[in-house]
């Protein structure tokens, strides 16, 4: 069981730099989480690459 890890995403809204903690040991998924700046609704995308290391792709909800 590993801890949550911290990253670093910038926001697809607003362009800032956000610390978010991800929980890569719950595999693949995707959820929402509020930019803490402009409020705006990301969108986390966690996927498996071929390493089998988790990739944390952000978007915007009408992308
Ligand atoms: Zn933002």
Known sequence: ??????IIIYCPYCGEALDVLVD???GEQKYY???AVCCSPIL???SEDDA???????KRDDE
Do not use: K, N, Q, R
Request: with cysteine.
């Open 24 to 26: 890569t040991s719950a």
């Open 44 to 46: 986390f995308v966690l």
């Open 52 to 58: 089998g290391e988790m990739v944390i792709d952000v």
């Open 1 to 6: 069981m590993h801890d949550p890890e911290e």
């Open 33 to 35: 989480e509020d930019c």
